[in-house]
């Protein structure tokens, strides 16, 4: 089981940036694969961004360049910085592991001028 908090969601123009973050509670947390999933309207949700406890990420075409997935061990937090924001970018944010079981409420993103 993880329980996760993610925050730093909100509205932004096009061109700019947000950084989300999201604490996990999770024992072992330094060793656990975390990623950044994202259910834009209409859509199902799926996999934007994900990192290894040891630091080796993967990112969906769509935000490839743009956005950056980081994690501090220590502080049990993972972060996707955002930049160049657009607006097909708009959905709500959700932070698990790599194969969750269960969800917790994400943080909506809101790109528009």
């Known amino acids: 089981q993880v329980q996760v908090v993610a925050s730093g969601g909100g509205l932004v123009q096009p061109g700019g940036s947000l950084r989300l973050s999201c604490a996990a509670s999770?024992?072992?947390?330094?060793?656990?694969?975390m990623g950044w999933y994202r259910q834009e309207p209409g859509k199902r949700r799926h996999l934007v961004a994900s990192?290894?406890?040891?630091?080796?990420?993967y990112y969906e075409d769509s935000v490839k360049g743009r956005f950056t997935i980081s994690r501090d061990n220590a502080k049990n937090t993972v972060y996707l910085q955002m930049n160049n924001l657009k607006p097909e970018d708009t959905a709500v944010y959700y932070c698990?592991?790599?194969?969750?079981?269960?969800w917790g409420q994400g943080t909506q993103v809101t790109v528009s001028s």
């Open positions: 698990n592991t790599f194969a969750p079981g269960s």
């Open positions: 999770i024992l072992i947390f330094s060793t656990t694969t």
């Open positions: 990192i290894t406890g040891h630091g080796a990420t």
